[in-house]
């Protein structure tokens, strides 16, 4: 069974610049979260998708976005990028979280490295 | 709102020693708790949960956790470390209700196993 999939591996983009990060669930899976894993600040909860709809959102402010597709992949977008937005941005996905089902087992993909120059 | 301290951001022990990692957590419902582990330029993997019954939870590699309420933890152990237990262990809190989906993670603890 192929695990959760990032793309790109890295990725330097420079200030005021968009990325776009990339993650492909496990088959049957159809929740996706994405983390931003900082230096020094640990793994901070970016958003959750669920069935092609927002359900949960961290602390960050709106330049960070994302989307759910309909084969449950998942696209984070971060807007006007600023230096500090550099990092290890890791993406998990399990199986249906609809009704809140937090224990569910979260796998996490290898990561996409977003360096800010 | 949920939080996780782990105490000690550095940890050391001999090849064979006892493991003890710590997690202290606090949640205004009743948590659900996990434990991650890191290893170099990977992602995370679930060594291990909490969610109802048994308090005692065994994981994989031989590691095993305790939830104790009345201490608000969530303490790792391994009886004997072996050197391919060096990573960086995460402790994680989730809830259901509006944080529903929202894991809270500790900011980790660097284990290194001295030969």
């Known amino acids: 069974e192929a695990g959760v999939t990032q793309s790109p591996t890295h990725l330097i983009k420079t200030r005021g610049q968009q990325a776009t990060l990339r993650c492909s669930p496990i088959?049957?899976?159809?929740?996706v979260y994405w983390y931003q894993q900082a230096l020094g600040l640990g793994l901070q909860f970016l958003l959750w998708?669920?069935?092609?709809?927002?359900?949960n959102r961290g602390n960050f402010p709106p330049r960070f976005s994302g989307r759910q597709f309909p084969n449950y992949s998942s696209e984070l977008n971060v807007n006007a990028l600023e230096l500090e937005d550099s990092a290890l941005y890791l993406c998990?996905?399990?199986?249906?979280?609809?009704?809140?089902?937090?224990?569910?087992?979260?796998?996490f993909g290898p990561g996409t490295r977003l360096t800010v120059l | 709102a949920q939080s996780v301290t782990q105490l000690g951001s550095h940890v050391s022990v001999s090849e064979g020693a006892l493991v003890l990692l710590r997690c202290n957590y606090s949640?205004?419902?009743?948590?659900?708790l996990f434990w991650y582990v890191q290893y170099p330029n990977q992602g995370l993997q679930l060594l291990l949960k909490?969610?109802?019954?048994?308090?005692l939870v065994k994981g994989i590699n031989g590691f095993e956790a305790e939830f104790k309420k009345s201490e608000t933890s969530f303490h790792l152990t391994k009886p004997s470390a072996h050197m391919s237990d060096a990573a960086e262990y995460f402790c994680?809190?989730?809830?259901?209700?509006?944080?529903?989906?929202?894991?809270?993670f500790g900011d980790g603890t660097t284990l290194t196993v001295k030969p």
């Open positions: 949640s205004s419902v009743p948590p659900y």
């Open positions: 088959s049957g899976h159809t929740s």
């Open positions: 909490y969610t109802t019954g048994a308090t």
């Open positions: 994680a809190v989730s809830e259901s209700g509006p944080n529903a989906g929202k894991s809270t």
């Open positions: 998990a996905s399990s199986l249906n979280g609809r009704g809140g089902y937090p224990y569910n087992e979260q796998f």
């Open positions: 998708y669920d069935e092609g709809e927002e359900r």
